[in-house]
């Protein structure tokens, strides 16, 4: 079993930066990936970035130069470095894990709860 708990959003101006904690206890595979994703008011829950356990890491091209993921060298905590915020950032933001997983969703087992980001203009 895998826990997954979020936590650092909150309200920002644009241009700002926040830093999301996504604190994991539990069981995981050597192969085990962790991503997250967001999902804002009446869209599709989209990926952001992802880290495998060798410690590759990949973000989303939209994304990528402002959103980086990175992780503790226990695996107990994964972060999202959120920079120069804009508005179209605001969402609710979710850490997953799963075995061999990458961009898609589904291919996630586990699941946070979300923490929400919202970003003023």
């Known amino acids: 079993q895998v826990q997954l708990v979020e936590s650092g959003g909150g309200l920002v101006q644009a241009g700002g930066s926040l830093r999301l904690s996504c604190a994991a206890a539990?069981?995981?595979?050597?192969?085990?990936?962790f991503g997250w994703f967001r999902q804002a008011p009446g869209k599709e829950r989209e990926f952001v970035a992802r880290i495998k356990w060798s410690g590759d890491k990949y973000s989303a091209d939209s994304l990528k130069g402002r959103f980086i993921i990175s992780r503790t060298q226990d695996w107990n905590t994964v972060y999202l470095q959120m920079n120069s915020l804009k508005p179209e950032d605001t969402a609710v933001y979710y850490c997953?894990?799963?075995?061999?997983?990458?961009?898609?969703?589904?291919?996630?087992?586990?699941w946070g709860q979300g923490t929400q980001v919202t970003v003023s203009s």
């Open positions: 997953a894990a799963g075995p061999g997983a990458g961009v898609k969703s589904v291919e996630y087992d586990y």
């Open positions: 539990g069981r995981t595979f050597s192969d085990y990936t």
